[in-house]
């Protein structure tokens, strides 16, 4: 028996961060046609693991306007729509917000990870000059510790000519 995954509603995101979704989802990287992320909702996912990870929930000031994604979106990728309910359980609400009726709890949570990890990324393409979105996003997952060398630094005293 199939386990029926509720429908999400749409989830929102802040236009204060609007820029640099823009600038992930939709320009093309300079000397390029390809754009960092295929999607707005990747860069959702993205900014809401990453806000997660750093703990940095931030509720969204409505005041300053939002934009929306579908739910439909989110449909189109199981994964992405497992992401949000995956990250309101690991919130610590335990099992009951994955109850019939909590869609909309589950999505405001992945919506504040995402509006934190957003906040994130745009401090951090604004101090890497933000020329360049995929360095600076690198830079940041190096600086954070998530993305470390696989390979060690060659040890050059032990080189002689």
């Known amino acids: 028996m199939a386990t ?19 600038k992930l989802a939709t320009v093309p990287l300079p ?7 295929p999607t707005i909702r990747e860069v959702l996912c993205f900014a809401a693991l990453l806000g997660f990870s750093e703990q940095r929930r931030l ?29 309101a359980l690991a919130e610590g609400g335990g099992a009951d917000v994955l109850r019939e009726g909590r869609e909309q709890d589950c999505a405001t949570v992945f919506e504040e990870y995402a509006n934190g990890g957003l ?17 600076a996003l690198m830079g940041l997952l190096r600086e954070r ?17």
Do not use: C, M
């Not at 000397?31 to 992320?37: G, I, Q, Y």
């Not at 306007?65 to 449909?75: A, N, R």
């Open 4 to 22: 029926r995954i509720p429908s999400l509603p749409n989830i929102f995101r802040s236009r204060i961060y609007e820029e640099v979704v823009q």
């Open 31 to 37: 000397d390029s046609e390809r754009r960092l992320f």
């Open 59 to 87: 509720p969204l000031d409505r005041s300053q306007g939002v934009e929306d994604v579908s739910y439909q979106q989110f449909e189109r990728d199981q994964n992405a729509e497992f992401l949000v309910f995956l990250i």
């Open 119 to 135: 906040a994130i990324i745009k401090d951090h393409l604004l101090r890497a000059g933000g020329e360049y979105p995929d360095r």
């Open 145 to 161: 510790g998530y993305l470390v060398p696989t390979q060690a630094e060659p040890d050059l005293a032990k080189i002689s000519f």
